[in-house]
């Protein structure tokens, strides 16, 4: 039980949550602005940071 909450163990999780966090951060405003392409047959293909001011300006963040 010791060795379970060690110090080493802490830097671990938090690293894990730290990558986690970090992830959802960046792939998921890509992932929306993918999966709005694919669908919405209006929407033409511009650059991605042109696509996600689009959606943040129609939709609100």
Do not use: C, N, W
């Amino acid at each position: 039980l010791a060795r379970l909450l060690s110090y080493e163990t802490l830097v671990h999780a938090v690293a894990g949550a730290v990558g986690s966090v970090t992830a959802m951060t960046v792939f998921f405003p890509l992932e929306t602005a993918k999966s709005r392409l694919q669908v919405d047959e209006k929407r033409k293909s511009k650059t991605t940071p042109v696509i996600l001011a689009e959606i943040a300006k129609e939709e609100g963040l």
